[in-house]
């Protein structure tokens, strides 16, 4: 794979390039927005919410999610969110923020995802204490994201001056 962080940087770019990836970051932002105000309306993100939405609920009449339902889920998902922030995580090293945030930001962001994917399973199957390991992890993802967010996004369209000297945007 090729090392992104070397040479090419977003603030180089023409606007083209820029506009396309600050549509793609936007679409992220709305898919993120989407599935918070999802699990919003599925569990309030209440620990309590989460847990009964997981381990079934008297109060509710809600069922457990069966072993099939999560592994359907886990499934999607754990094809999916590696990949988004793999992509996520390539745009902020094409940026110039230091290596040791670049680090924290990879590190925080996939730590998240994998919190996120595990924590459905011991909810259900463990106990319902493991609410704390996915709302830890989703609060890992999300801070991640708009790290990985606003850092290109500003790079790309606040910061003026490219890094490489004699380098000027072409018109159109």
């Given at each position: 794979?090729?090392?992104?962080?070397?040479?090419?940087?977003?603030?180089?770019?023409?606007?083209?390039?820029?506009?396309?990836?600050?549509?793609?970051?936007?679409?992220?932002?709305?898919?993120?927005?989407?599935?918070?105000?999802?699990?919003?309306?599925?569990?309030?993100?209440?620990?309590?919410?989460?847990?009964?939405?997981?381990?079934?609920?008297?109060?509710?009449?809600?069922?457990?999610?069966?072993?099939?339902?999560?592994?359907?889920?886990?499934?999607?998902?754990?094809?999916?969110?590696?990949?988004?922030?793999?992509?996520?995580?390539?745009?902020?090293y094409l940026?110039?923020?230091?290596?040791?945030?670049?680090?924290?930001?990879?590190?925080?962001?996939?730590?998240?995802?994998?919190?996120?994917?595990?924590?459905?399973?011991?909810?259900?199957?463990?106990?319902?204490?493991?609410?704390?390991?996915?709302?830890?992890?989703?609060?890992?993802?999300?801070?991640?994201?708009?790290?990985?967010?606003?850092?290109?996004?500003?790079e790309m369209?606040?910061?003026?001056?490219?890094?490489?000297?004699?380098?000027?945007?072409?018109?159109?």
């Open positions: 794979m090729r090392n992104f962080n070397q040479r090419f940087k977003l603030r180089d770019s023409d606007r083209h390039i820029r506009l396309l990836y600050t549509l793609f970051l936007l679409l992220m932002l709305a898919g993120f927005t989407f599935s918070f105000f999802w699990a919003h309306s599925m569990t309030g993100l209440s620990p309590q919410g989460i847990a009964d939405h997981y381990r079934g609920s008297d109060a509710t009449f809600g069922e457990p999610m069966s072993f099939r339902e999560l592994a359907e889920v886990t499934h999607f998902h754990l094809f999916t969110m590696p990949v988004v922030f793999m992509i996520l995580i390539h745009v902020m940026t110039n923020a230091s290596h040791r945030l670049k680090a924290a930001v990879t590190w925080g962001g996939l730590g998240g995802v994998m919190l996120d994917l595990i924590s459905p399973w011991l909810i259900s199957y463990v106990s319902p204490i493991f609410v704390i390991t996915m709302l830890t992890g989703d609060t890992l993802m999300t801070v991640s994201f708009l790290i990985m967010m606003g850092i290109p996004l500003y369209w606040i910061l003026q001056q490219p890094l490489m000297a004699g380098k000027h945007s072409s018109p159109g």
